[in-house]
T-cell receptor
Framework: KNQVEQSPQSLIILEGKNCTLQ??????????LRWYKQDTGRGPVSLTI?????NTKSNGRYTATLDADTKQSSLHITASQLSDSASYIC??????????????FGTGTLLAVQP | ETGVTQSPTHLIKTRGQQVTLRCSSQ?????VSWYQQALGQGPQFIFQ???????GRGNFPPRFSGLQFPNYSSELNVNALELDDSALYLC??????????????FGPGTRLLVL
């Protein structure tokens, strides 16, 4: 079964601290993996896109890693800011086929950054 | 901002009513996907339209229907509303329906509350 699991479910950190969010997947065949940031009541915004051959990709203070062998990804946030408070969703895209079941969404990690 | 717009932003309906949600895709994008996101959950794929034709459908009943217009904007119609239809409805546009590498750009969503 194609699934994406994220941990932790929620996280509270102090402003300026670093944190790492985890994503494990059982999606096959694999095309690419994306991390999205979703502010409350808003649509998700893409942070990173990683293909099978990429191990790490950065976007400012966000760094994503991918281990295609163990089917694990992480999103590391450096020097957190209050504006980082949001839900972070891991999405795995299946290769080929039609539109149905193309994007497999995790349930997200809710991050709260406190002053 | 992704260039994808949705209207209305919020909507309150009662059980049994019908609702139409609208989405304008990003300029140049020919594919629109609709998602339902319940509170605290990841988005669930409803269906996708590619060049005015339905290009895949998730596990949603027939009372969820859609349209795509020649300018690639789209509508989501839900008949006989049920309480469980209360959710954030997301529209995402992309270029090339079903393509694994196509990045989907999400709109801000429409928050529907069914009483």
């Amino acid at each position: 079964k194609n699934q994406v699991e994220q941990s932790p479910q929620s996280l509270i950190i102090l402003e300026g601290k670093n944190c790492t969010l985890q994503c494990n997947y059982t999606v096959s065949p694999f095309s690419n993996l994306r991390w999205y940031k979703q502010d409350t009541g808003r649509g998700p915004v893409s942070l990173t896109i990683m293909t099978f051959s990429e191990n790490t990709k950065s976007n400012g203070r966000y760094t994503a890693t991918l281990d295609a062998d163990t089917k694990q990804s992480s999103l590391h946030i450096t020097a957190s800011q209050l504006s980082d408070s949001a839900s972070y969703i891991c999405v795995v895209i299946r290769l080929g086929g039609g539109a149905t079941n193309k994007l497999i969404f995790g349930t997200g990690t809710l991050l709260a950054v406190q002053p | 901002e992704t260039g994808v717009t949705q209207s209305p932003t919020h909507l309150i309906k009662t059980r049994g009513q019908q609702v139409t949600l609208r989405c304008s895709s990003q300029s140049g994008h020919n594919t629109v996907s609709w998602y339902q996101q319940a509170l605290g959950q990841g988005p669930q794929f409803i269906f996708q339209y590619y060049r005015e034709e339905e290009n895949g459908r998730g596990n949603f009943p027939p009372r969820f229907s859609g349209l795509q217009f020649p300018n690639y904007s789209s509508e989501l119609n839900v008949n006989a509303l049920e309480l469980d239809d209360s959710a954030l409805y997301l529209c995402a546009s992309s270029l090339s329906g079903g393509a694994s590498q196509a990045t989907q750009y999400f709109g801000p969503g429409t928050r529907l509350l069914v009483l």
